[in-house]
């Protein structure tokens, strides 16, 4: 019924629209359409739903082709600002109509929270790459992800070398075989583990304290695995 179909679809969250297929024009809207866009109500409705997207032309061929699929498309508010957006779109027949649905999600705070991420990120790196202690980032398949400046030298393999690679696939056995039981057994309790190796490297054996820590999901399952080491010998009177 139409009260039904009025109490489902105006309280959603996501912007909702409808466009009559046969003139493209939008013939119904949710409240929160009206506060994504920008338009009044009486406005939005008879407007092309075109001209809420940055590219026109992407808009008539996703509503030819209608699917539950997501895409991500730049849309435009009232006052001219683009942003991002995830759109759904899906056809019914309603009172005798051809009618797209279509539903937009605004990404502009989920941008803006990976964009922070990203240079948090980057400036933690940039940190990290120069300090005096071994610094390496492996993923739950303890594949290499990050290595600073000392890593390289203890390992004798570069940054690239290294990335997306296991200890037992480039690091020869004389040295993993110091610190990889270590490495193992954070892995298999996900708990920490430290202790003492050496590293053989051509200038001289390093003499390290290491300790690697396993970084839990919220299910408990190994997402990364952080592992530090501090020359002690350079500690020694």
Request: aromatic share 8%.
């Amino acid at each position: 019924s139409e009260e039904r179909y009025r109490r489902l679809f105006y309280p959603i969250s996501d912007a909702v629209l409808r466009e009559d297929q046969g003139n493209e024009t939008i013939i119904d809207n949710n409240a929160a359409a009206i506060t994504l866009y920008g338009y009044p109500a009486r406005q939005l409705i008879g407007m092309k739903l075109s001209s809420l997207f940055v590219d026109p032309d992407r808009c008539h061929a996703i509503l030819q082709n209608p699917s539950r699929t997501t895409v991500v498309l730049s849309q435009r508010k009232e006052d001219g600002t683009a942003f991002p957006a995830e759109i759904s779109v899906y056809r019914f027949i309603h009172r005798g109509l051809v009618v797209a649905g279509i539903t937009v999600r605004d990404l502009t705070g989920q941008r803006r929270k990976e964009e922070s991420q990203r240079q948090e990120e980057e400036e933690f790196r940039g940190a990290v790459r120069s300090m005096p202690a071994f610094f390496a980032i492996y993923d739950k398949e303890r594949r290499y992800r990050f290595v600073n400046t000392t890593a390289e030298s203890w390992l004798q393999q570069s940054a690239s070398a290294l990335e997306g690679r296991t200890d037992e696939e480039i690091v020869s056995e004389a040295v993993r075989q110091s610190y990889l039981p270590m490495l193992l057994d954070a892995c298999n309790t996900k708990s920490p583990r430290s202790g003492q190796c050496i590293f053989q490297n051509p200038q001289g054996p390093v003499e390290a304290t290491m300790k690697f820590t396993p970084i839990l999901d919220a299910a408990g399952q190994i997402k990364q695995v952080v592992a530090v080491g501090w020359d002690t010998s350079e500690m020694k009177p």
